[in-house]
């Protein structure tokens, strides 16, 4: 015998996926850490699960291109491409030795990330470990974010020691040793 209300669970018109659900849980998680802890402490535990995605995302990449290092134009291509797969909209700005320049217009959290400045951690430790792997040395400034209220987001990898490097708001990445 079937259960009639079972049966119309199916029926009712929720917006509940997988996609939603994990958006929603990794925002609820944030958000506790972030009353919780604070906004700077949240931001480091964040940063500790986007450096370890990023060492993997790295070897995934390296691998895939078949190359040992990704060069400053591969890194940036990179970069947009990963973003891309996980529905994110990031694009150049602007691109030299000196850094990149990266803007975006959808962030792959979509609306889940607004008041969640922590969870834009994210973005910056795999930028950050990506290219200071690649690269030896970076340093990301998440100048604008959807996070914060922003239609967009501009993020800045430095990725040389500059003056300019040395001035920016932001958080530095050095060359470690790659996770086998």
Do not use: W
């Not at 079937?2 to 659900?21: C, G, K, Q, V």
């Not at 802890?37 to 790295?58: H, P």
């Not at 990704?70 to 030795?97: H, M, N, T, W």
């Amino acid at each position: 015998m079937t259960n009639p209300l079972n049966h119309s669970m199916a029926t009712l018109n929720l917006s509940l996926e997988r996609d939603i659900f994990l958006r929603t849980l990794i925002r609820e998680l944030s958000g506790t850490l972030q009353e919780v802890v604070g906004l700077e402490e949240a931001s480091g535990f964040i940063s500790v699960v986007g450096e370890r995605m990023a060492r993997q995302l790295n070897q995934d990449y390296k691998s895939a291109l078949k190359v040992s290092n990704l060069s400053p134009e591969q890194l940036a291509d990179v970069l947009i491409d990963l973003k891309k797969r996980i529905q994110g909209d990031f694009y150049v700005i602007e691109q030299d030795d000196e850094k990149i320049i990266f803007g975006n217009r959808v962030c792959p959290f979509a609306e889940k990330v607004v008041n969640r400045p922590a969870m834009c951690m994210m973005t910056s430790n795999v930028f950050g470990t990506i290219a200071a792997n690649n690269l030896g040395y970076a340093k990301v400034e998440l100048q604008e974010t959807i996070a914060q209220g922003a239609s967009g987001c501009r993020v800045i990898i430095y990725l040389k020691l500059t003056q300019e490097a040395e001035d920016a708001e932001g958080r530095e990445y050095f060359k470690g040793l790659e996770s086998v």
